[in-house]
């Protein structure tokens, strides 16, 4: 049997904080107590009296003067603080981080187009199973939790939310029309599959002019003593291919044809009309022999193609007047009445 991993250690190392309580980032307490000193620095400046001014800075905890230092430490903070709450956590391979090869880096730069999508799934079986599972590539479902759920659960009766998989457990390897994306380390199943922990496998194939769709799950397999898992797939361009867009031999020769046919025609244009100074027809290049190519054709297909040799008599002789006879004048006479 698999030995459990522990899903906390998993947080903490793929987080990369240290995970215990004195955290020292920047808070919105004190980025509200920051402001609260503005406001009272500007009913000082604003004249307030200086009484009422000094109780303030005293609650606060802060010294009465009110400096430019003060105000620039304020919005560097709020900038600080709102890179960190806008910031999303990516998928991390499985191992560390210089065992990762380049193709499993590739492959997760060739999902980042689905990354900022969320995909959804809900499956009714009878009257007791009713769950809605909730899906993002390489993204947290939650990212307030902070759980590096990347495929949750949900049960729609109890509202419980189950962990499938974490996007901090990731191994993904393709083929050459589909990606295969696994999560690991869910939470721990119950009574099946020796309480190993869950792990969600996608399979994504290829689907030409089409970012993302038909996201649905096939089966979960927790029957068995260990390696079980919930199976989905889904449709999208990403596992395609990259088309073949290099030229056929047939295609080179063509271009490379009609481009001299260009060059020609254009620069024997130039020539004839600036160096020769042809008008007219007479600027296309070779002129005559172009006006003679028809009668070349001509005898060329004479000269290949007849069988009968060129000095032979013709095969008929025309019929001159001599040697017609001379007509009866009267042979027609006894056809006028009388």
């Known amino acids: 049997m698999a030995k459990p991993i522990d899903t906390g250690t998993a947080i903490v190392s793929g987080s990369g904080s240290e995970g215990n309580g004195d955290d020292k980032s920047f808070t919105p307490a004190d980025a509200a107590t920051c402001l609260r000193l503005l406001r009272t620095c500007a009913g000082h400046r604003r004249g307030e009296s200086a009484t009422s001014a000094r109780d303030s800075h005293r609650a606060l905890g802060m010294s009465p003067p009110c400096h430019t230092s003060a105000l620039l430490l304020v919005f560097v903070a709020l900038a600080v603080a709102g890179a960190e709450q806008s910031e999303e956590r990516g998928c991390d391979v499985i191992g560390d981080e210089s065992s990762e090869s380049q193709m499993e880096r590739a492959l997760l730069k060739k999902l980042e187009p689905l990354s900022h999508m969320r995909f959804?799934?809900?499956?009714?079986?009878?009257?007791?199973?009713?769950?809605?599972?909730h899906f993002r590539v390489c993204r947290e479902v939650n990212s307030t939790s902070h759980d590096f759920g990347g495929l949750v659960q949900i049960d729609r009766q109890n509202g419980k939310t189950t962990v499938i998989g974490r996007i901090n457990e990731t191994q993904v390897f393709n083929g050459s029309d589909w990606i295969m994306l696994i999560y690991k380390g869910g939470d721990s199943y119950g009574r099946h599959c020796s309480g190993e922990k869950r792990r969600a496998v996608i399979m994504i194939s290829c689907k030409r002019g089409v970012t993302a769709s038909s996201f649905s799950i096939i089966s979960e397999e927790r029957e068995k003593e260990q390696e079980c898992f919930y199976l989905f797939e889904m449709d999208s361009s990403v596992a395609c291919p990259a088309e073949n867009?290099?030229?056929?031999?047939?295609?080179?020769?063509?271009?490379?044809?009609?481009?001299?046919?260009?060059?020609?025609?254009?620069?024997?244009?130039?020539?004839?009309?600036?160096?020769?100074?042809?008008?007219?027809?007479?600027?296309?290049?070779?002129?005559?022999?172009?006006?003679?190519?028809?009668?070349?054709?001509?005898?060329?297909?004479?000269?290949?193609?007849?069988?009968?040799?060129?000095?032979?008599?013709?095969?008929?002789?025309?019929?001159?007047?001599?040697?017609?006879?001379e007509e009866s004048e009267e042979r027609d006479d006894h056809l006028l009445p009388m």
């Open 120 to 133: 959804n799934v809900t499956v009714e079986k009878g009257k007791t199973e009713n769950y809605v599972y």
């Open 245 to 325: 867009s290099h030229l056929s031999v047939g295609s080179i020769l063509l271009i490379t044809f009609v481009s001299l046919i260009a060059v020609y025609i254009i620069g024997g244009f130039l020539y004839q009309r600036l160096v020769v100074g042809a008008k007219g027809m007479e600027q296309i290049p070779h002129f005559a022999f172009w006006q003679d190519l028809g009668n070349l054709v001509a005898d060329g297909c004479d000269f290949v193609c007849r069988s009968k040799p060129r000095n032979s008599p013709a095969a008929y002789r025309g019929v001159g007047d001599d040697q017609l006879g």
